[in-house]
């Protein structure tokens, strides 16, 4: 198909999917002339896939080029895989992070509580992560909401839950469980903070007619 | 203290801080000359649940305003309190969701999903939400990425823990109230989202060597 075909294939205008293929987050299509070139459903499916990644998972063109890089590359054994998944997951995520300043207020206190919550719960330490929740729970204290440690643990013990499901979901190919991995938990994070709102109203409303 | 003052204690450059002042996500300081004015901890505070809305939540402006606004007028009852704390969440996180074409593939299917998920659980139907959860089912699904039944019932199951903690922080007068379900919910969203790769660390480090 031409490059208007490829557009009402997916829903997304020629002038975007130019600039997709210009900054390469989809492959050039077969030329068939100086000015023109055939697309097929490898095009149609990484046009979905970087569609999803921006509207969906919320992540910039620079994020998704990196997520894609990571799947259109992937490692031989199933150990590194998972390593490139989370390298994938957290470059992906880290841009936007503020900084705060070493020696912000509450910026020991903040690391120590998670580095006890990771202990805790036998988590490895990845100083990526660390460092990110360390963050969010200092801005969460900025913003005046208060993050008890009975609270931190009950969002830990669904965090575990949750990742028990999404690791039952990885089989397969290294290829393949990679992408579910990566792919699967970006379209997924936005599935679980629409879930907690909705799981909210039925327990508000409990405790409003309780 | 001045709007240079101001700007040492929230770490927010003070070009940035005119721009919230201009576009009224914080109240103007008392002004002791035509061209200064006092700010205090009140500013300070506020400054800081804009950054924090904003960097860790990752609202946009038009939807911090928002939010600030459902925070600034709080309904008096508790009932009205958690309506109105979902509409802000709910205006908070609309924009950017893409919207697709009525009858677009899969449409009827995600939404039937959720629809037998909600009422499975016992969930309302809120169309919001039950809107925005189907654009999801889809967009993961237009990324290639299976979103089973039984997965999608463990990330609810894991929802209704976060939720049940959620309301268990929920005690005081309507303001304090609506404050702490709206910002706990924003601003604790990015720790779930972390922890969740925590966990899937340890999940996938017992699936390597078990």
Redesign the interface.
């Known amino acids: 198909m031409r490059i208007s075909g490829l557009a009402a294939a997916t ?1 997304v205008p020629v002038a975007t999917l130019k600039y997709y293929l210009r900054e390469g987050l989809v492959p050039p299509g077969a030329a068939t002339s100086r000015t023109q070139a055939d697309y097929d459903d490898v095009h149609v ?1 990484r046009v ?2 970087v ?3 921006t ?4 992540l910039s063109l620079a994020a998704v080029r990196d997520v894609l890089a990571a799947l259109d590359d992937p490692p031989t054994s ?2 590194d895989l ?1 390593g490139a ?2 390298h994938a ?2 470059a992906a ?1 880290g841009e ?3 900084r705060e ?1 070493p020696g ?1 207020v509450g910026d020991d206190e903040a690391r120590r509580r998670v580095l006890e919550l ?1 202990a805790e ?4 330490d ?1 100083p990526l ?1 660390v460092d ?2 360390g ?3 200092r ?2 204290d ?7 440690d009975e ?2 643990r ?17 089989r397969g190919e290294p290829a393949d469980a990679l ?3 990566v ?3 970006l ?19 409990e ?2 007619e309780g």
């Open positions: 829903g499916a979905r896939l569609r999803a990644l509207e969906s998972a919320g199933r150990h998972l998944a989370h997951l957290v995520e936007g992070m503020s300043e912000a990771v719960r036998g988590w490895c990845d992560l990110r929740l963050e969010q729970l801005a969460a900025a913003a005046g909401v208060a993050v008890s609270y931190l009950a969002l830990a013990a669904a965090a575990d839950r949750v990742a028990a499901a999404d690791l039952s979901t990885v992408r579910q991995v792919l699967g938990t379209l997924t994070d936005p599935l679980l903070v629409t879930l907690r709102r909705m799981a909210q109203e039925r327990a508000s409303r405790a409003a």
